[in-house]
């Protein structure tokens, strides 16, 4: 269940009271959703996500009665009024079926950003035996959530990868990269949601003369890696040390800390960028 933080939150082309908020009218609804970090007030990577939120709704044959620049505005409003310079906004566009649903609305939800030690330690994931229908698209299923929760639980894992008949493709909220023999490897983009922070860590890697390999991945490629990490919103680019049960990963990796590294220069980069705007 999703909850909104602050005051206030967009619902279709209005501020409103987060007392009026109710989660549930988005329960089932086949809602296109991102989630954006926000960091000294800026949005971050914005064109990014709004356009592949608009894939998306295409892939989900919606038709949204806000544009992109409504969107830009309403998150402007939403940071302004609310007086709050970081944390994670969900923004959903949806053909509502329930009395008093939304088309849009947009709303600070709870976050949890990792720690420094946890970046210089990594963190444990596991698989969880699940295929994503439409996977290139950012559709909100609450069964497949509640499955994932449940699995992350069992074994207290950070992550779960998506895994079936030893295909391995993303995680549940993540990206994933192997590195082996100095180079990178990740899935094919046809087979996975392509991550804002998948794009930028391709990019970034190519940039730095790192060969980058897109292909289907097996357990087996995974169990031969030097290092894996994840990459998403929240994670940005996150070591991993074990896989569960009992295989373990190098969390100081050159390769990869130095991905950290140029990850976090484009970061500020674009909040400085965007600032003078």
């Known amino acids: 269940m999703d909850n909104c933080l602050h005051a206030y939150f967009v619902r279709d082309k209005k501020l409103v009271s987060s007392c009026d908020f109710n989660a549930d009218v988005f329960v089932n609804q086949g809602y296109v959703y991102e989630v954006i970090r926000v960091i000294d007030a800026i949005p971050l990577f914005l064109e990014d996500h709004l356009q592949r939120m608009w894939h998306s709704l295409l892939m989900a044959q919606i038709e949204p009665t806000i544009d992109q620049d409504f969107v830009k505005t309403s998150l402007s409003k939403l940071i302004s009024i609310n007086k709050v310079d970081f944390g994670n906004i969900k923004i959903v566009v ?9 088309n849009y609305a947009a709303w600070f939800q709870p976050h949890s950003y990792p720690t420094q030690k946890t970046y210089d330690e990594g963190v444990s994931i596991g698989y969880l035996n699940y295929v994503r229908e439409s996977p290139t698209a950012k559709i909100w299923r609450d069964n497949y959530q509640q499955l994932v929760a449940e699995t992350k639980a069992k074994h207290q ?15 549940s909220k993540s990206n994933f990269f192997i590195v082996k023999d100095d180079r990178l490897f990740t899935s094919l983009q046809t087979e996975v949601l392509n991550g804002i922070t ?20 097996s357990e087996e490629d995974i169990a031969a890696a030097d290092a894996l990490f ?28 130095k991905l950290m590294q140029v990850y976090d220069e484009l970061i500020a980069q674009y909040i400085i960028e965007n600032k003078l705007q």
Request: charged share 25%.
């Open 94 to 102: 949806g053909k509502p079926q329930k009395i008093n649903a939304p």
């Open 157 to 171: 894992l950070f992550e779960v990868l998506l895994s079936a008949n030893g295909k391995v493709t993303e995680g």
């Open 198 to 217: 998948r794009i930028k860590v391709i990019s970034l890697a190519r940039e730095q003369l790192i060969e980058v390999v897109e292909k289907s991945l």
């Open 230 to 257: 994840l990459t998403g919103t929240s994670p940005k680019i996150l070591p991993v040390n074990k896989l569960y049960p009992e295989k373990t990963f190098d969390t100081q990796n050159k390769l990869m800390r």
